[in-house]
């Protein structure tokens, strides 16, 4: 593991509440001058763990605020260091004046993230748990929420470490095998390499099938509506969003922006993005928005193609189908059945899921949020499910590519055992055993500071 840089012996302070004012407030402290600074700002450094109610002191010994207290000595602590909690009222002077105090008495201000870096370079937590104290503070919803938590856990980096025992054992025995070139007894074969490979693989695709559902979790999906004017996209956004968000009319190019709402199905963000009708128009400003439709659906992974159920998909429908980039998932929405008086249905054909619904009415709705979760492969499984994100995919993603190269050159140790090497070093990466320090920089600078 790697250790603290000369610069980072120092001791940092930052608020760890949010900005603004609220009820309480907290200014964290962390490093070797955590003492002095209690002694200086308290009058004397509290006992470890006891919360203490005191005054807040000036250098003139003036009251800041009184409050509460709380120390945590090394290495018992968030960071690993000695760490000073001073609780006070949350107002915004009152934590600024606070933290300029602790400032002045030696303390310099934390960069983003430099208390879990801090606590991810003294082993109070691996990469993979430190990611997840951002994720559980950024969740968007419930279930979120619930699984940057095991991450946190460390429910994920147990089933990573324990897949990176496998390899290891497997590979060592693969480099032993190398120190025995003459010998006639084909190593390979009688320690079951293929077979302990296949299962090393066979548990490789179960956590990238629980990542890949805990990234969905923490990035949710980008869904944008598309259609002709008047098809009733506004009226679906509303519908899925349960407010009124879009203004809804009978006169055409009423949307003449993009307008966007977050919500969730099964604990799952979904980002709506309504649109402009695709028309030709001499309007300028209507021109601007079916422009900015365009772009939105160049960046969204999913699209909602919205007919009038009445009219059916016709000509127009198809050159709009057209102009869509490869890549992007669809959904018919064959919307206002209250009117054309059809059932709300699911219907699976040749050119994709067609969705009957009334956004008028809710008619149908249920099923549309149900085949959007199955378009992007999302299967609710509780407990199984952590917080992962895009790199740990990548990670896992060349992990597989490895593993299925050893497979191919079973006949030739020295290759499988390079293979080898590389998903180890790759599967490392998602917990820290093998991280650049410029990744380091680049995970813990998207953190709030405080954190």
């Excluded at 009334?358 to 378009?375: D, N, V």
Aim: hydrophobic share 45%; net charge negative; aromatic share 4%.
């Amino acid at each position: 593991m790697a250790k603290l840089p000369e610069s980072d012996t120092e001791t940092i302070a930052a608020i760890a509440t949010a900005p603004g004012a609220g009820g309480i407030g907290v200014v964290r402290v962390s490093g070797p001058l955590v003492r002095a600074i209690a002694q200086q700002v308290l009058g004397n450094c509290p006992s470890p763990r006891q919360a203490v109610y005191g005054p807040f002191l000036q250098a003139d010994r003036t009251l800041i605020d009184r409050g509460i207290a709380l120390f945590f000595p090394n290495p018992h602590s968030y960071t690993g260091e000695d760490v000073l909690e001073l609780q006070a009222h949350g107002g915004t002077a009152v934590m600024q004046l606070l933290l300029a105090r602790c400032l002045e008495c030696g303390a310099r201000l934390a960069h983003a993230g430099e208390f879990t870096q801090r606590a991810f370079l003294n082993d109070k937590m691996d990469l993979a748990q430190a990611e997840a104290v951002a994720d559980l503070i950024n969740a968007a919803t419930a279930e979120a929420a619930r699984s940057a938590m095991r991450s946190l856990s460390g429910v994920f980096s147990q089933a990573i470490d324990a897949l990176l025992q496998q390899l290891i054992d497997l590979r060592m025995y693969v480099e032993a095998c190398l120190d025995f070139p003459e010998e006639e007894i084909d190593f390979i074969s009688q320690g079951r390499v293929a077979e302990k490979l296949a299962a090393i693989h066979a548990t490789l695709l179960t956590i990238f099938h629980q990542a890949k559902q805990g990234n969905l979790l923490r990035e949710g999906m980008h869904v944008v509506l598309v259609g002709q004017t008047n098809v009733g996209k506004s009226s679906l956004l509303n519908a899925l969003s349960g407010e009124e968000v879009a203004i809804v009319t009978p006169i055409a190019g009423t949307t003449r922006d993009t307008i966007k709402s977050v919500i969730q199905i099964a604990g799952v963000p979904l980002h709506i993005i309504d649109t402009a009708g695709l028309r030709e128009t001499a309007d300028a400003v209507e021109q601007e928005g079916i422009a900015r439709t365009w772009k939105s659906i160049a960046q969204a992974q999913v699209a909602l193609l919205l007919v009038d159920s009445q009219h059916g998909i016709g000509p127009q429908e198809h050159q709009i189908l057209q102009q869509l980039q490869a890549t992007l998932k669809q959904i018919w929405v064959h919307n206002k059945i209250d009117v054309s008086r059809e059932t709300a249905r699911l219907e699976e054909r040749p050119d994709g899921t067609h969705v009957f619904l009334s956004a008028k009415t809710g008619e149908g709705l249920a099923i549309l949020q149900q085949a959007l979760l199955t378009l992007v492969g999302y299967q609710p499984s509780g407990e199984g499910v952590f917080m992962a994100r895009a790199r740990h995919l990548d990670a896992l993603q060349t992990v597989d590519m490895h593993l299925q190269h050893a497979a191919q050159r079973l006949s030739a140790a020295e290759l499988l055992a390079e293979e080898l090497r590389y998903a180890q070093e790759a599967l490392g990466t998602i917990t820290g055993a093998f991280t650049p320090d410029d990744l380091l920089g680049e995970i813990f600078s998207r953190f709030c500071i405080g954190k």
